[in-house]
Each structure stands twice: as structure tokens, then as C-alpha cells.
């Protein structure tokens, strides 16, 4: 029995195998021979949607014992149409960009039993759809009304362009949003969105009379606005020397949407405010409200530079910010004055630096009460010799300062900038510099005496600017004679380095360049 069964088996295989590969499709071509029927997909060019072809099944061969019952036609592996034993052929539209086309030969013998064969797959390629979609690839967040459109593409011999009033376009747009009616046999469409939501607008294009389909595309997000500081805001805050409290208030105009607003309060140069936080709670430099405005407590006597930081807060998680620079000054100013000349040689040029004010101002100056001069340079030289009272005071952005006044040396020189005979001892490499220069003491053993009253040792070196500001201060201990000094850091410009040992004095230029 088992031996009969094997037998039957090896016998239907057999048989299965003598027609399984047999069936074979060709389409219907013209050339200069007139009619044929290709058998090789890869010599059929790309097509136009909706191009009709003639199938025929060129080969097949019933097994023993059977015929032909009928044609099954799928196309896409989707059931199209049967045709009968007498009709080995059908016409079938490209229907698809990738169309494959499969015939199913159904065998039935003198029984009733049947056997269904499949030829393999024949592929013809259709044509791009020629058509890119247009609009806004950002959105702003909050009610908005985008339109979207299908134009031509770029041309190219594998684009199509179906005739006016073939085809139609249906639209789909991301979740939330609602598609309006299509126009200009649906190539054109205006969408109402929701407040946030973003995703892909699609445009799906289809050929009425074959179903001929393509989809187009587009990625759309959301902008959210950002919120913005108005110029009514104050750009200075002006404190008290003596810590009295002062406030400031700032708005901002909103960012459509939001729902919080996180404020942020730093000093550029040191990161923490010294003494200037959100009203409410001292020291408290972030805050997180809806109001779009907020207020500033300032007990500091320090100036400061500030920086005010909005950051709007999105339902949908996203954020947006903006920045607003603050100067924090003074109404006050307390000069140190360096004097610079011989106060005890008649008709000798004297002058006097003060130290700057914060930011900045306009000097008024005073001999004995006599306005003598005034400008924004904190100094000031004259001809003169004896006592005298010199008097000055500077206006800021934040107001006058009070009146300060002191006595002229009399006798001595405290010529710092002019020349010197202990400037002769000194030398200073590389110059230009870049960052750290060497100063050191020349030998003069070998000069006259008269030369050799200079430095005994190298204790202090100032570097002073052009405007006589002090840029930088060190300090060595005694019995150095050279030392290294480090201007990283430090614009690029010409320095004066004062160079003391305690009791004399020397000047030498140096430039930082690099």
C-alpha cells in the first residue's frame, strides 16, 4: 500500500513538473515586421499611464489527459477578469507605476478535475506622474489657513503629465487638520489646522479611466512665535551706593500660544546677580509666570551688566526665548586722582587722571573753583605750580556725581608718563607680545652715576591704557630682577607698564597684537 502511494506521487509530480513552467506571456508589439508578442519584460520601455496592451499567453501545454478549461487575468496579484479556453488573450490599461501581470491556466480533464498552472510574472513600468506639491513647508502655530497645490515637475522622458479633466487629486492632511474643498480639478486645497498639530500633507493623484495612482508628499512643521522685548524698556537700572532698594520693571510683548513665560536674571561677566533678583523673593533670579511683565529688586553697589532671558513655554513642549540687555550703574563716583609732573618747577606742564567712572561719563574739572576744563577723557593737564585746590565731577547716564576735590602737590615730580631716567634700566621681550612678556633690569654698573639712579628690584607692575586706566596689577617679592608677566586676555593695543621697587618709578611701552 505505502509502495502504491509513492508511486501515485511521483507519478503527479511528474506531471505537475511536465507544465508548471510552460506557461509563458508575451505582449503585442509592432515593428518594422509587422506584429509580434514579447516574451521579455525588460525589453518593454516605461509607459503612459493608462496605455493599453494585449497579454496573450504564447506558451502553455495541458498535460496528458487534460485542457484547457479557462484563463484567470490577476494584475498585482489582485483578480481582474477570466476569459474562456478559446481566449488565451485580454487587453489590460497600466494601472500602476509597477505593474505585473499574471496569467493562471486552469486544466481540467474528462472527470471534472481541474489543475491551475500560473505563468510567471510579466512587468511593465508606467511613468512619474508629473507633478510636485506646492506650499509653506512651516506653519505658524494658532489658527492658520495654508494652501497647498500640484504643479508640473522638472521634465524628463519618464514624467507624464494626464490631460485636463482625467484624473482627480484627493488630499489628506496631519491629524487635527481640516481640508477644505479641492479646486482646479483638485490640484488646489486650503486647510484650516488646529492650534500645534504638524505632520505630512499628501496629495493622492488618480487617472479616472485606468486608476492609475500617485501619491505626493510634503513635510510640514510649526513655527512658534517668539516673544519680544519692547523699546519702552529701560536699558539701565540706577542704584544707590548705600543699598537702598531700587526697582525696575520690564514687559514683554506675548508669544501667541503660550502658555508660561520662565524668566531669567544673570550678570554676563559673573554669572550670578550681586543683589538683584525678581521682586517677591530675595535672591530669586528664575521665575516662572504668566504675566508678561516682571520686576527687579536692587540693593547692589556693584555695577553690573545684566541679561534678562524670556523663554515662552508651548503646550505642545516647544519653546521660544528672547534676550534683553541691562545696565546696573550708580549715581555715585569716588575719584582716585594720579598725579603726573614736577610740582616744584614754575611753568612745568602737571596733569592728573582720575579713576573712570563705571561706563563711562562727561568730567567737569575746576581750578579753585574755576570751571578749567571738561570732556569725556577722565583728565586733564595745565601750566601751573603752587596751592591749589583741583576740583571734579562726572555726569553718567544715571546723573551728576557730587563735587570731589583735593590739594596740588607741591614739590616733587610724579612724572610717570614722561621720560625718565629709570626708564633706562628696563627692558621688556618679545615686543609685540601675545601673552607673556619678560621684564627684567638692565646692567648698568658701566654708565655714569648720574644713569645709574634706577630700580633697585622689580616689586609692582601696573599696565595702564591709553586713557590711564589700570588694566592690571602684580606683584613680586624683593630682589627680583626679571619677572614674567601674562597679558592673555587683554585687548589688542599699546599698554604702559609702570614698574616700581618700592620707592622709584620707570615706564616702558609694550604691544599686545596677536
Known sequence: MRQALLSLLIMLMSVINSFASNEQLGVQRTDAGGDYFETAPGNIPVQDPCAPFLFRVVTFTPPSGYSVKQFDWYVNNVFLRTTNSSTDHTTIALSAKTMVVVCKVVYQNSTGGTITSASPGFEIDGKTINYKLNGPDVVPILTQTPAYSLTGASDNSFLYTPTPGTFSSTWQGPSGWTAGTPTNSGNNITFTTDDYSYGTVTATTVINACGYSQVTTKAVTRSHPSPTFPSSNPIRICGSQSGETVTATFTINPAGGASNYTYTITNTDIGTPDNISFSGTAGQTTLTTTSTSVTLTCTSNIPQHLLLIVIANFPDGATSGANYGIEYNFLWWTPTYTWYGCFDEPGSAVSVVAEPAYQGGYYYWYLDGWLMDQGTYNGTQWFWRGEHTLSVKVATNCGESELFS??????????????????????????????????????LTKKSAATTATLKDIREIKVVDKLGNVRKVSRYAPGNKKVQLDLSGMPNDMYILQVSDGINRANINVSKLY
Do not use: E, H
Not at 416 to 436: D, E, H, I, K, W
Open 406 to 443: 583735593d590739594m596740588i602737590p607741591t614739590g616733587g615730580c610724579y612724572n610717570t608718563f614722561a621720560p625718565n631716567r629709570a626708564a633706562g634700566s628696563l627692558t621688556v621681550y618679545p615686543n609685540p607680545a601675545s601673552s607673556q612678556i619678560t621684564v627684567s633690569l638692565k646692567d
